[in-house]
């Protein structure tokens, strides 16, 4: 087995350079948790997974991650000597009762330099101060990564490297951001959702709270015009079977805190199976005569 910080070169990633020479405590630590990680998942990973690797450490470790959870969990994954040798085919592929789940991972960057890019908040110990969630930057960055990769899963469906009977799931990580990303409601919710602002209404002679939730709001402002955010809420999206979304990274691991969340979509036209998966929460939408509903059936 090929080691995972065995690249050498001049073109790589500042946190795999540094957690490579782990000259600090926290670097080591990191280093040991990612070559356990590699030892399970390189037989299932693409051959130019460790240069990717080490040109963009959040990406590649949530691919890491993710297979690596699938494979603890008692899933079966399709290996590398059975995957196309060229590439042309999502990240990773769960085979199970003569069926396929592929899954096409993204950790979204915070975005080019501008009014709509997330951006970096200081802690108040380093010279930051109290200032409004980015929410909207947020938004953006999640429901871009969510268009590009479902254009990749039509792609691969138009040149066969997807059957029409197969699951497919984009996977998408927050990581880049995580620590300015919702978490109730998942920031995922209001990107496929037309989940707007959070309300409370009052009334104003007892003080009691008459009604809460969230406003209608079918699209995100952004300079250059607005964008939807209804891709579950229609049929135009129906090549995807889920999204997966988390904000867990190297920095912060625990499940707790940054869970792992599966969405199904509503309109699949092969859905995921619910309760499929080693995730920690799984949002399942129906329709009732108030409208859609969302319901964490982890929960229940």
């Given amino acids: 087995m ?15 350079v540094n957690i490579k020479a782990g000259l600090a405590d926290p ?9 356990g990680l590699w030892a399970e998942y390189e037989p299932y990973a693409d051959g130019d997974f460790r240069e990717g690797f080490a040109q963009d450490v959040d990406g590649r470790f949530w691919e890491l991650l993710l297979g690596t959870t ?10 590398r000597s059975e995957r196309n040798a060229g590439g042309g085919q999502p ?14 991972a993204i950790a979204p960057t915070k975005g080019e330099a501008g009014g709509d890019q997330v951006p970096t908040i200081l802690p108040i110990n380093e010279g930051g101060g109290v200032v409004p969630v980015p929410l909207r930057q947020t938004q953006l960055r999640t429901t871009s990564a969510f268009w590009t990769k479902s254009q990749k899963v039509q792609t691969y469906l138009e040149e066969g490297a997807i059957a ?10 927050a990581s880049r951001f995580a620590t300015v990303a919702t978490e109730d409601p998942p920031l995922i919710m209001s990107s496929l959702f037309p989940i707007g602002a959070a309300f409370v209404r ?19 402002e952004r300079l250059g015009g607005e964008i ?5 809420s229609g049929p135009e999206f129906s090549h995807v079977s889920g999204v997966l979304w988390s904000r867990i990274s190297l920095g912060n691991l625990s499940r707790q805190v940054r869970p792992l969340t599966i969405v199904h979509n509503p309109y699949a036209e092969v859905p995921i199976e619910q309760g499929w998966g080693p995730w920690d929460k799984e949002y399942v939408v129906s329709e ?13």
């Fill in 2 to 16: 090929c080691g995972i910080f065995d690249v050498d070169g001049d073109d790589l990633d500042v946190g795999y």
């Fill in 228 to 232: 939807p955010r209804t891709a579950f």
């Fill in 27 to 35: 670097e080591r630590e990191m280093r040991d948790l990612i070559e």
């Fill in 70 to 79: 699938l494979l603890r969990s008692g899933h079966r994954l399709l290996p």
């Fill in 164 to 173: 029409p009977s197969d699951r497919r799931i984009i996977a998408i990580s």
């Fill in 288 to 300: 009732d005569a108030s409208g859609w509903v969302a319901s964490n059936i982890r929960e229940i």
């Fill in 202 to 220: 009052v009334d104003r002679n007892s003080g009691e709270v008459v009604e809460e939730g969230y406003n209608y709001a079918p699209t995100i």
């Fill in 91 to 104: 990240d990773i592929c769960v085979l199970e009762d003569g069926s396929r789940t592929w899954i096409e």
